[in-house]
């Protein structure tokens, strides 16, 4: 419905718009890939690193691991050509295994990525949450993520943060709003 009122309200004005979604991918199957594709989605994923990491905090309604059901998704983006990224949420449980979680991505071509930080207060205690992470664990976190990426040096490897701040240290505008 929202395609087709797109359509029809700005068929004559000139206006281009492009459509971007966020999903857990558990529920993407060969109609959602026919459709992102057919009105050019962009599509966002969020996987957290291999099973062991992932499987830690995404959990479905019977405390069962999704990462199996986030990977079927992803394949079937990838095999219908669906530009898509991933992202992954860094927990406490992330931050001992930067390589494990770079090589995954990598690995199984899930570019362009990115890394954000858990970082949630709990109302009641005004404390973060056990999980959180801090602003310096976080960026040894990126650290060893860079040191990887920039020993790689694969150009068809893009990390979105590391591309904003080398753009923001050249000088040229950013897309990346942190």
Not at 61 to 70: A, C, D, I, L
Request: aromatic residues 12%.
């Amino acid at each position: 419905q929202a395609i087709a009122l797109q359509q029809g309200v700005l068929k004559n004005n000139g206006t281009t718009i492009v459509n971007s979604l966020q999903t857990n991918g558990t529920l993407i199957n060969q109609s959602w890939v026919d459709f992102f594709r057919a009105e050019q989605f962009r599509v966002g994923v969020s996987i957290d690193g291999p099973q062991f990491i992932h499987d830690k905090h995404r959990v479905d309604m019977g405390k069962q691991g999704t990462f199996r059901r986030v990977m079927n998704g992803v394949n079937l983006l990838q095999g219908g050509r669906v530009r898509f990224g991933a992202n992954a949420v860094v927990t406490q449980s992330t931050l001992p295994y930067p390589t494990e979680v770079y090589e995954f991505y990598r690995d199984n071509g899930l570019s362009p990525c990115d890394f954000s930080p858990f970082a949630e207060i709990d109302p009641e205690t005004g404390l973060l949450y056990p999980h959180s992470v801090s602003p310096r664990e976080y960026a040894d976190f990126l650290k060893s993520i860079f040191a990887l990426w920039f020993e790689d040096d694969d150009p068809n490897f893009r990390i979105r943060r590391f591309s904003e701040y080398i753009q923001a240290a050249l000088g040229k505008p950013q897309r990346l709003c942190v």
